[in-house]
């Protein structure tokens, strides 16, 4: 921290904020060391430190000297939002809702498959973007989560998926006046405690992470791209870009830059065959219709289909948006591009104005894409017994729309 910033705090005879190291990303971490006088190569242990050990505390981080924890203790922290609650579904999925400031919270959902364990984050708290048949939409919007906020949803969810570990790194941290082992190591977090790793590449819990909680994650850039640097940096967490994936309703201008930026695998919430019937249940859609955006998905994809998956969602709502001409429609539509279809049978929530296709319809929309050349799937709903399923996701939204507001004015 500044002299002056530790000025302007004593004259206000209070103590300065500290600093939430939980967000940063490798270049924000160097940048930190550097401008506190330490050498660069300390951002990668504390990295280590906090993503795959799971610290919390700087006096975990037993190969860092005890003068450098303690400075680190008066100006940082390791700041998570709270978990308050959590639920587990029949199927195996678990949702915890995160406490946040201000009244507001977030959810997070963690579906476990046979060979994977996909982790469900949010990025804004609620979304202005109003989508028709989506739960969250109907909360408004209150902010952007903070980068922090959104890696700290994998953070917690690894403690809380792999408490052994913890209990391991617990157990293997030395207490401050001992520092014989890995004494200040300039190489990481590597040894004496290997097997109390929360985050390990070989034995991951969580194997893949999805931007399809509550939020547009591309109307909150910047922290959501740092927080997926923090995914993908072989010193956090260490996912491909295949198992990264954004999923957006399309704002197309943050798709040019996301290629530039942080080019990970892509989910877009189409829903609909023309510009006619998304207008209706995405409104999004009247400022970027269909053509535009994918266009843009060409541009994203352009040259490089095999590191990053492209998915196409498409929700099924019945009498709206699933009939055998949409699905041909669809097909037409979709011909340039080299994607994957998931159909996803719609999850009511109360006072939602659409229902769910029959079953018998999805099968037939399926059958028509799958004989159009597309690889298409029926999505498993997951969680439905705890609201964790596909736009089910609520928290706790104080709304500062103006679109909520006007609601209910009129
Ligand atoms: S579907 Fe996604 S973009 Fe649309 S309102 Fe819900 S959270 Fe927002």
């Known amino acids: 921290m500044s002299s002056t910033l530790l000025l302007n705090a004593s004259l206000k005879n209070k103590a300065p904020a500290k600093i939430n190291l939980l967000g940063y990303d490798l270049v924000h971490m160097k940048a930190f060391f550097t401008e506190i006088g330490e050498k660069p190569f300390r951002a990668v242990q504390v990295l280590k430190w906090i993503h795959q050990f799971g610290a919390e505390d700087f006096s975990q981080m037993s190969?860092?000297?005890?003068?450098?924890?303690?400075?680190?203790?008066?100006?940082?922290?390791?700041?998570?939002?709270?978990?308050?609650?959590?639920?587990?579904?029949?199927?195996?999925?678990?949702?915890?809702?995160?406490?946040?400031?201000?009244?507001?919270?977030?959810?997070?959902?963690?579906?476990?498959?046979?060979?994977?364990?996909?982790?469900?984050?949010?990025?804004?708290?609620?979304?202005?973007?109003?989508?028709?048949?989506?739960?969250?939409?109907?909360?408004?919007?209150?902010?952007?989560?903070?980068?922090?906020?959104?890696?700290?949803?994998?953070?917690?969810?690894?403690?809380?998926?792999?408490?052994?570990?913890?209990?391991?790194?617990?157990?293997?941290?030395?207490p401050s006046n001992s520092l014989s082992l890995n004494k200040d190591a300039s190489n990481g977090a590597e040894t004496g405690i290997r097997h109390g790793k929360v985050q390990d590449s070989k034995n991951r819990v969580i194997t893949n992470v999805v931007l399809m909680g509550m939020g547009e994650p591309l109307l909150n850039f910047d922290n959501v791209v740092e927080a997926i640097h923090l995914m993908l940096e072989d010193n956090a967490y260490g996912l491909s870009k295949r198992r990264v994936t954004i999923s957006t309703a399309g704002v197309v201008p943050a798709l040019k830059r996301l290629r530039e930026e942080c080019d990970v695998s892509l989910a877009i919430s189409l829903h609909a065959p023309n510009d006619q019937i998304r207008n209706k249940i995405v409104p999004l859609n009247k400022k970027y219709p269909i053509k535009e955006?994918?266009?843009?998905?060409?541009?994203?994809?352009?040259?490089?289909?095999?590191?990053?998956?492209?998915?196409?969602?498409?929700?099924?709502?019945?009498?709206?948006?699933?009939?055998?001409?949409?699905?041909h429609e669809l097909a037409s539509l979709l011909k340039k591009l080299p994607c994957k279809?998931?159909?996803?049978?719609?999850?009511?929530?109360?006072?939602?104005?659409?229902?769910?296709?029959?079953?018998?319809?999805?099968?037939?929309?399926?059958?028509?894409?799958?004989?159009?050349?597309?690889?298409?799937?029926?999505?498993?709903?997951?969680?439905?017994?705890?609201?964790?399923?596909?736009?089910?996701?609520?928290?706790?939204?104080?709304?500062?729309?103006?679109?909520?507001?006007?609601?209910?004015?009129?």
């Open 63 to 174: 190969n860092v000297s005890q003068d450098l924890r303690r400075k680190l203790s008066e100006i940082a922290e390791i700041r998570a939002p709270e978990i308050v609650a959590e639920q587990k579904a029949s199927d195996g999925t678990i949702k915890w809702l995160m406490r946040l400031d201000g009244g507001n919270s977030i959810e997070t959902v963690y579906i476990p498959e046979d060979n994977r364990g996909t982790l469900c984050v949010s990025s804004q708290v609620g979304c202005a973007l109003d989508c028709g048949f989506c739960s969250t939409a109907k909360q408004g919007f209150n902010r952007n989560l903070t980068s922090a906020e959104i890696i700290a949803q994998l953070w917690v969810a690894n403690r809380a998926l792999n408490p052994l570990a913890l209990k391991s790194l617990a157990l293997n941290s030395l």
């Open 293 to 327: 955006l994918l266009e843009a998905c060409q541009y994203y994809f352009k040259g490089d289909t095999k590191k990053k998956q492209f998915t196409i969602e498409y929700v099924m709502l019945a009498g709206v948006n699933d009939s055998e001409k949409n699905a």
């Open 341 to 410: 279809i998931n159909l996803i049978p719609f999850n009511p929530f109360p006072n939602s104005e659409f229902a769910c296709s029959k079953m018998q319809t999805i099968n037939r929309f399926k059958d028509i894409l799958y004989k159009a050349g597309y690889v298409t799937v029926i999505r498993k709903t997951r969680g439905e017994d705890i609201d964790a399923a596909c736009g089910q996701l609520a928290g706790k939204v104080k709304d500062k729309s103006r679109r909520i507001k006007v609601a209910n004015t009129e």
